[in-house]
């Protein structure tokens, strides 16, 4: 009796489906993306200050139950006064208003640790209407206007925290601020820095896309 002969079994390996090769496609494009936003971030989070600004805007952040600044602000508060203590003939914009868990507007808050540094109380400006960085930019535009500074002709300096500035020049542009300088406070709380710069990049996109 003949016997049959083998054929030798050739091994190609198992495909992976074709669902999960797009989802590892996708992932890797996110990746790639944040990554993006990532060295923006980053790239902003220093001072980037030029002319002779005639105004400061300082963003607001939470107010604490107590009413006193939270760690974030306070580092706003603080970068402000000692640009303020080398250019004491600038005016002084503070900026955000009264969330729900907030004793007082962020605006009042700032105010008064301001002038607690010395900064005369005529030279601030109030403005306590804004939730968002957006608003921030728009209102105290118009805060601006009101005391005769046209922002789109005038130098005009925004503080806040390093993470946040490319959002905040990139708005700031967008709503018709002429000669913008950022100035980067210092984040000294350790788990908000970890937290905000993983954060800030959504942040970025979402601005970019909506805030119009």
Request: hydrophobic share 40%.
């Amino acid at each position: 009796m003949r016997q049959k002969r083998m054929r030798p079994y050739s091994y190609r390996g198992r495909r992976a489906p074709r669902w999960l090769t797009a989802l590892a496609a996708l992932m890797a494009a996110g990746l790639l993306v944040f990554a993006g936003l990532f060295g923006a971030v980053l790239y902003g989070s220093y001072n980037h200050i030029q002319g002779d600004p005639q105004a400061m805007v300082v963003l607001g952040c939470r107010v604490m139950p107590g009413g006193e600044p939270s760690i974030l602000l306070q580092d706003r508060l603080d970068t402000a006064l000692d640009y303020w203590e080398a250019h004491p003939e600038v005016t002084v914009v503070v900026s955000g208003g009264q969330g729900s868990n907030e004793p007082a507007s962020e605006a009042r808050c700032m105010a008064d640790y301001l002038m607690d540094g010395g900064v005369p109380e005529d030279q601030i400006l109030l403005e306590d209407r804004s939730h968002n960085t957006k608003e921030n930019l728009l209102y105290s535009r118009e805060l601006l206007a009101a005391e005769g500074i046209q922002v789109e002709h005038a130098d005009v300096l925004v503080v806040s925290n390093g993470f946040h500035l490319t959002r905040t020049r990139m708005l700031a542009e967008r709503f018709g601020y002429g000669e913008v300088s950022t100035l980067a406070a210092p984040t000294t709380h350790i788990p908000s820095r970890i937290q905000m710069y993983i954060r800030e990049p959504l942040a970025l996109m979402k601005s970019f896309l909506l805030d119009r």
